[in-house]
Nanobody
Framework: QVQLVESGGGLVQAGGSLRLSCAASGRTFSRPDMGWFRQAPGKEREFVAAITYGGGTTYYGDSVKGRFTISRDNAKNAVSLQMNSLKPEDTAVYYC????????????????WGQGTQVTVSS
């Protein structure tokens, strides 16, 4: 069983920054790649970013490229998402997920999910 716990969400004004964290515990896959998704009210879950175990390769959704940065600390089993220049359209629940196989951009490629953390960006 894998547990993923997100933290760091909150309310921020447009143009501000937030840093989300995801702590993994339990029986994680060996050398797991990780990702972040988000879901706004009434919308489908959307890919945000992913990172390979070694951190050498990252992937980003088009809407966050150049503003968000994904990173990880394998010694702490943690993944972070630094979000800068936030916009009201970034408002969503953000989920951390452990990659299993397939396309990094698709939620079906991830086997374990956290409960999510709310990010609200005011205009």
């Amino acid at each position: 069983q894998v547990q993923l716990v997100e933290s760091g969400g909150g309310l921020v004004q447009a143009g501000g920054s937030l840093r989300l964290s995801c702590a993994a515990s339990g029986r994680t896959f060996s050398r797991p790649d990780m990702g972040w998704f988000r879901q706004a009210p009434g919308k489908e879950r959307e890919f945000v970013a992913a990172i390979t175990y070694g951190g050498g390769t990252t992937y980003y959704g088009d809407s966050v490229k150049g503003r968000f940065t994904i990173s990880r600390d394998n010694a702490k089993n943690a993944v972070s998402l630094q979000m800068n220049s936030l916009k009201p359209e970034d408002t969503a629940v953000y989920y951390c997920a452990q990659y299993v196989s397939g396309s990094y951009y698709r939620q079906g490629s991830y086997g374990y999910w956290g409960q999510g953390t709310q990010v609200t960006v005011s205009s």
